[in-house]
């Protein structure tokens, strides 16, 4: 995508300065002779020029396909040998992360992010549940669109460690801009530890703050939308919170994980991102500090 970009600025560059040339060096050709008078020479020198200009175009156009040819060839290459499966499914207005297991266990499940281990093939299965969702991380792959009832599939590599950005690319309703995706390329070491962490269950409560946090989150509407493993919390309507405070954003990267994002959101999640199906739910200070606690300890 590099390659493309720089290519399509050079090109543009090329094209503002022949132009700029051409009106200059007409302006001095309309002070130096009449308008009907015609200079063969010049005409020869032009009609050299785009034709010179034509064939650089076909040669670029030609060698940028080729490029996306073996570009694409070498990313399907890449099928069945992937060491990482990880499903995403697009909602309005965030991302559902499962990673399947071979076995008959319960899958991981977060939201919004993805971890990958650097230099594995890792293949993300895709789908939709409400509207069509596109899912686009510029850096480490096309796009590729998600449309309810027709699951896709792509892969990719993450060459480098570091923490990707991506979006939607489809235009999804009110909040489309913000429904980003992160992915967080890590070595093996470190995927392997956060997916053990990641397998267990949420982290009981210790100090009476999140006790009571605890308890007013089950006891309220919250529990009915969202799943937190090891309670009775088995909401699907809303991301799973096992583990939310281990994640670096909330709401599809519209905002930072800190304490004080975590309990605005809590507070009216409608003043942050309007028409997000997560309603405001009414909790006393005291509540909503202690939720805001006890969701904060989720790691």
Known sequence: IWTFGAVAVTTWLLVMLVLAMALFRRHLAETSRSPLQIDSHQERRLIRAVGSATALTVVVLI???????????????????????????????????????????????????????????????????????????????????????RPSELTFIADKPGIYRGQCAEFCGYQHAHMAITVVAESREAFDAWRSRQDTDAAMPTADEERRGQAAFLGTGCALCHAIRGTPASGTVGPDLTHVAGRRSLAADTLAMTPGALAAWIADPQSIKPGAKMPRIALSADDLNAVATYLGSLE
Do not use: C
């Open 63 to 149: 060698a940028l396909t080729i490029g996306s040819f073996f570009a694409g060839k070498s990313i399907a290459s890449l099928s069945g040998s992937e060491t990482v499966t990880v499903r995403v499914t697009g909602h309005q207005w965030w991302w559902e992360i499962r990673y399947p297991k071979t076995d008959s266990s319960q899958a991981i499940v977060t939201a919004n992010e993805i971890h990958v281990p650097v230099g594995e093939s890792v293949k993300v299965k895709l789908d939709s549940l409400d509207v069509i969702h596109s899912f686009w991380v510029p850096s480490l792959a096309g796009k590729r669109d998600l449309i309810p009832g």
